[in-house]
């Protein structure tokens, strides 16, 4: 079963440009490390909580946009192995290569998909 992936970032809205970029880098490392999909979705209809929200949980500031991603990997294992080899790949060092966003308030973990309607799993 495949194994999922979810971030969540708060960008500097005049970035957008910059962290296109940098995702289109960075996604086609984890694709060629073994991902089968990496989706990018810039906050379009994200409604601030009274409780808790999106942009919340990343202390977004009112200059920046909530991101929400994703990586789907063919299972654990393999996400396991790609992850390791990008954390050692010398492109994704913040010292060659600096993030357009502020990493340390970005939220992240791991997925085992539950239920898959629509998806490969699914059909």
Excluded at 30 to 58: K, M, N, Q, S
Excluded at 84 to 101: G, H, V
Aim: proline share 7%; charged share 25%.
């Amino acid at each position: 079963m495949s194994y999922v992936d979810g971030f969540v970032i708060a960008v500097p809205t005049a970035n957008k440009q910059a962290f296109l970029e940098h995702a289109r880098m960075s996604d086609e490392m984890i694709i060629g490390f073994g991902a089968l999909r990496v989706v990018e979705c810039w906050a379009d209809d994200v409604p601030h909580g009274t409780l808790t929200d999106f942009y919340g949980a990343v202390q977004a500031r009112e200059d920046e946009t909530a991101v929400f991603s994703w990586i789907e990997w063919p299972d654990k294992a393999t996400r396991d192995a790609g992850m390791q080899k990008m954390m050692d790949d010398p492109r994704m060092d913040p010292a060659n290569t600096p993030m357009p966003f502020d990493g340390r308030r970005m939220i992240y973990g791991g997925f085992m998909p539950l239920l898959d309607l629509g998806g490969a799993a699914g059909r």
